[in-house]
Antibody, heavy 122, light 108 residues
Framework: QVQLVESGGGVVQPGRSLRLSCRVSGFTLNNYGIHWVRQAPGKGLEWVAMITSDGSGKFYADSVKGRFTISRDNSENTLYLEMNSLRSEDRAVYYC???????????????WGRGTLVTVSS | EIVMTQSPATLSVSPGEGATLSCRAS??????LAWYQQKPGQAPRLLIHGASTRATGIPARFSGSGSGTEFTLTISRLQSEDFAVYYCQQYNDWPPITFGQGTRLEIK
């Protein structure tokens, strides 16, 4: 079955970096785009970034543009979110989610991981 | 950026009754609107896409309607497992993809 499993979260000081991973199984990764969506404690959902199935397109929310980088390694069935210059407001559970479009970027997600918590604190 | 506004923030309903949740877009999103359900400690779950198409495995008591800027999620005959937070999301014009702030459906 389709699974997405995030890892790499933890506690990091403001201004430092962290790399999240999302390992997928149950589908062919290079046929689907992947989103990162975050949720601050007790708050709603915020879209962060998306990478297209072939990796040629990368899209970011303004709140993370220039600080976060999304990438993928289809041979390893893994997506990455490199987060630099972290701020307190980046504290959230980060979910990776599969775009529903087969080799097409729809924009809504049919499968989600369970999330990984990032805490930014000195 | 398209702003999505959901109402009400909290809805109290008794099991067995129906619930109607609303979502408004700041500009037209055509029919490119999805609904998600999220329970505490869990990831969001896709319920509806294309404003009215149920996702795989979603019970028929969930239905979506609307187009343009006004959308509705209707849940008939509420069951205990339906009490959760519901989010709408537009994917007509992105980036950015935008979500509503959520409606908490609680047991009355």
């Amino acid at each position: 079955q389709v699974q997405l499993v995030e890892s790499g979260g933890g506690v990091v000081q403001p201004g430092r970096s962290l790399r999240l991973s999302c390992r997928v199984s149950g589908f062919t990764l290079n046929n689907y785009g992947i989103h990162w969506v975050r949720q601050a404690p007790g708050k709603g959902l915020e879209w962060v970034a998306m990478i297209t199935s072939d990796g040629s397109g990368k899209f970011y929310a303004d709140s993370v543009k220039g600080r976060f980088t999304i990438s993928r390694d289809n041979s390893e069935n893994t997506l990455y979110l490199e987060m630099n210059s972290l701020r307190s407001e980046d504290r959230a559970v980060y979910y990776c989610a599969r775009d529903s479009g087969y080799r097409y970027r729809w924009g809504f997600s049919d499968y989600w991981g369970r999330g990984t918590l990032v805490t930014v604190s000195s | 950026e398209i702003v999505m506004t959901q109402s009400p923030a909290t809805l109290s309903v008794s099991p067995g009754e129906g619930a109607t949740l609303s979502c408004r877009a700041s500009q037209s999103v055509a029919g490119n609107l999805a609904w998600y359900q999220q329970k505490p400690g869990q990831a969001p779950r896709l319920l509806i896409h294309g404003a009215s198409t149920r996702a795989t495995g979603i019970p028929a008591r969930f239905s979506g309607s609307g187009s343009g800027t006004e959308f509705t999620l209707t849940i008939s005959r509420l069951q205990s497992e339906d009490f959760a937070v519901y989010y709408c999301q537009q994917y007509n014009d992105w980036p950015p993809i935008t979500f509503g702030q959520g409606t908490r459906l609680e047991i009355k």
